[in-house]
């Protein structure tokens, strides 16, 4: 081999060597096209191990309908369907003493007019101004003609007007249908004045309502 022949192979492997090196220089990135680059960087994961590992999408969390997760309260299409939906059987005392005004005050009234007094009773055992459960402010004194020695009489529980007292008690306690006389503390026959300050709220029947 001739001296420039030596020569010229040792300038081609110094060029090859350096070419080499500038390749495994980190810097070297910075020095391409920055489309490239960036092609390079999609195409090769910066971790060699993860080539092989599957991409995980991400899972969608459906937003959650409270309408139709919660059951749907009971709806009636009338008094006359709340009232049927009851059952007769008096369970507890609140209930026979709601009932028992129900059945003697206003057995003869429309089914809204006993609604109503079953209101009048409920709102003021809420009130503040009468005893605070439903079978005090029945047997109060001097409230209600029918109680006896501050009891309620018994009554037939096969009579068909106890058993419907039942269930428009409960349909009362249940909030199952509004009542016109919703906020009426007050009732008496249609054919007495009431006090000068009484407010009417409703005639229903034979009985109208106060607060």
């Not at 309908?65 to 939906?85: C, G, H, M, N, W």
Request: net charge neutral; hydrophobic share 50%; aromatic share 8%.
């Amino acid at each position: 081999m001739t001296l420039f022949t030596r020569a010229a192979t040792f300038a081609a492997l110094t060029l090859s060597l350096s070419g080499l090196l500038a390749m495994s220089t980190p810097g070297a990135a910075a020095e391409l096209d920055p489309t490239t680059a960036r092609a390079v960087a999609i195409a090769q994961p910066a971790d060699q191990s993860l080539q092989n590992t599957p991409t995980l999408l991400p899972v969608p969390v459906l937003p959650v309908d409270d309408a139709t997760s919660a059951p749907a309260a009971p709806e009636f299409a009338s008094l006359d369907a709340a009232v049927a939906a009851q059952s007769y059987a008096a369970e507890d005392e609140a209930l026979r003493c709601l009932a028992g005004a129900i059945f003697y005050e206003a057995q003869g009234e429309p089914l809204a007019g006993q609604l109503a007094v079953a209101e009048v009773i409920l709102n003021r055992s809420k009130s503040g101004r009468f005893p605070a459960d439903v079978c005090s402010v029945v047997t109060q004194r001097g409230q209600f003609g029918f109680v006896r020695g501050g009891t309620i009489p018994a009554v037939d529980a096969t009579r068909a007007g106890w058993k419907r007292a039942v269930a428009v008690a409960k349909v009362a306690l249940a909030e199952a249908w509004n009542s016109p006389a919703a906020n009426a503390l007050y009732f008496n026959a249609s054919r007495r004045s009431p006090g000068a300050r009484a407010i009417r709220v409703a005639a229903i029947g034979n009985h109208v309502f106060y607060r």
